[in-house]
């Protein structure tokens, strides 16, 4: 929901509350900020992945229980952050813990199948609605499996993708994930743009760019590129860029015209999925491709991935022309995991609880953008949910550019000092609620929103 009177926001006196925000943060983590300096010496940058340093400083997370988090300094957090979307089951839920110490004596690793792959399989199928699942470690293994699979069935090479959208950090994926607008072309014929430097720009010649919610655009580029296209990869609601939903009819189009130009169609479900619904974006938006792409909810924590398929696209994995390989795969610790995530903790009833908790931040944050008539709206979807400080509806990456990040940073340290761990890098990210989360959890986030936009409606 758009807000309809906006007040303009003042962006130098946005540039001071950011600054008084860093100056009050500082303090309470001394003993991460030193302890990045420790890090840096052995560990390249101080941390395990590139995204987990960011402004204004990294913080080192020691302990998680239910909905909180514990950082180096002894500081707790209402964790919105939830470790990139994974943890809708909340830290240390005792399922998890039961689960994981009763495999843990009879051994974590065999790389020979165990009989917990085909229940983790079968629940996968009730939610997904494609028949045939192979297991992997991250989201990252699921698309880049995903790819080779379209290719193989199609004997095709080149891929779709949507401008804007992440499917995890391999050469054939890793193209106009945020470009800068400099480098972007123009609307009709975006660029494709290789992501980071050590992408050979052969990878992006393999792959056309089109915008999100527009079914011209891919029309016309499936047409331009008839029987050359193996599939088309796309996030059914865009997770990194705030959210951006799929207008009605969007998915439906996609997936009639894709049909109708033989291109399989992958949905990128590793944010989506068990998340927005219990069955993902498949359930909530209600179209069916012809792949489903899966990881972090999964697990219940621990490193997990899979890719569902139909039976046509795994035929010749089955027949054994091609190999999805890999030495964790179905590990059995992360399908122990899997199994009490999907089975026992991620029921049905769970998103009841999760689409109350989003009801509570939703309304309390419409209630403090409507009083302060901030240029913004709120979105959420079962355990994700992203304020948009924008006054009109953000519909691709495009619109997305324009949204001035300093207002997504300030509000990411108002919450930081206020007791609320969100993602970094937060004008990308949402958040994620668990189902440990509790009403008093949600208020606290309304709460220091509406302190947030207080404080900018005294800036405008
Ligand atoms: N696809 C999407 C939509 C993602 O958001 C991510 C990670 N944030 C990935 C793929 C990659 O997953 P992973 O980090 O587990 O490799």
Redo the contacts with the bound molecule.
């Keep these: 929901m758009a807000v309809t009177r906006a007040a303009e926001i003042d962006m130098a006196r946005v540039d001071e509350l950011i600054a008084e925000e860093e100056r009050a943060l500082e303090p309470k983590q001394p003993k991460s900020i030193a302890f990045h300096e420790v890090a840096k010496k052995h560990v390249a940058g101080g941390v395990a992945?590139s995204w987990q340093d960011a402004p204004p400083h990294t913080v080192y997370v020691t302990e998680g229980k239910g909905s909180k988090i514990w950082d180096l300094d002894g500081n707790e957090y209402v964790d919105y952050h939830n470790g990139?979307?994974v943890m809708v089951v909340g830290h240390a839920h005792p399922k998890i813990v039961k689960a994981v110490q009763e495999r843990v004596p009879k051994g974590t690793h065999f790389a020979q199948p165990g009989p917990e792959i085909v229940p983790v399989a079968e629940n996968l199928v009730e939610r997904f609605k494609v028949p045939l699942w192979r297991f992997g470690?991250?989201?990252?293994?699921?698309?880049l499996d995903a790819v080779r699979l379209m290719r193989a069935a199609s004997g095709r090479d080149l891929l779709i993708k949507i401008e804007g959208?992440?499917?995890?950090?391999h050469d054939s994926l890793m193209v106009s994930v945020m470009p800068e607008a400099e480098d972007i072309g123009p609307r009709e014929h975006p660029n494709s743009v290789p992501q980071t430097l050590g992408l050979p720009q052969a990878f992006a010649d393999l792959v056309r760019v089109v915008p999100f919610n527009d079914l011209d655009a891919l029309d016309r580029t499936l047409t331009e590129n008839e029987g050359r296209v193996a599939g088309m990869f796309i996030?059914p609601a865009m997770?990194?860029a705030g959210i951006i939903p799929p207008e009605p009819g969007y998915l439906e189009g996609v997936r009639e015209i894709t049909k109708r130009h033989g291109v399989y169609l992958a949905f990128?479900?590793?944010?989506?999925g068990c998340s927005v619904a219990w069955g993902g974006a498949v359930e909530r938006w209600g179209v069916q491709p012809d792949i489903v792409?899966l990881?972090?909810v999964i697990g219940g924590g621990l490193?997990c991935?899979a890719i569902g398929a139909t039976e046509e696209l795994m035929a010749r994995v089955i027949s054994g022309d091609m190999d999805l390989q890999g030495t964790f795969n179905g590990n059995p610790l992360t399908m122990a995991a899997s199994l009490a995530t999907l089975t026992e903790i991620l029921t049905p009833d769970a998103y009841d609880h999760l689409e109350h908790l989003n009801t509570i931040l939703a309304d309390g944050i419409n209630s403090a953008i409507d009083r302060y008539a901030l240029p913004a709206y709120v979105l959420t979807f079962g355990a994700k949910g992203s304020v948009i400080y924008s006054p009109t509806p953000v519909r691709d990456y495009r619109d997305h550019l324009k949204v001035d990040e300093r207002l997504s940073y300030l509000a990411w340290l108002v919450q930081q000092n206020r007791g609320v761990f969100k993602s970094p890098w937060a004008k990308t990210e949402t958040w994620t609620i668990g189902v440990q989360h509790t009403d008093a959890d949600a208020q606290l986030y309304v709460d220091n929103f509406t302190e947030l936009a207080s404080m900018l409606a005294a800036a405008s």
């Design positions: 992945s990139y979307g470690n991250s989201g990252t293994e699921a698309t959208t992440y499917h995890g950090h996030e997770m990194n990128d479900e590793v944010k989506t792409c990881a972090k490193p991935g």
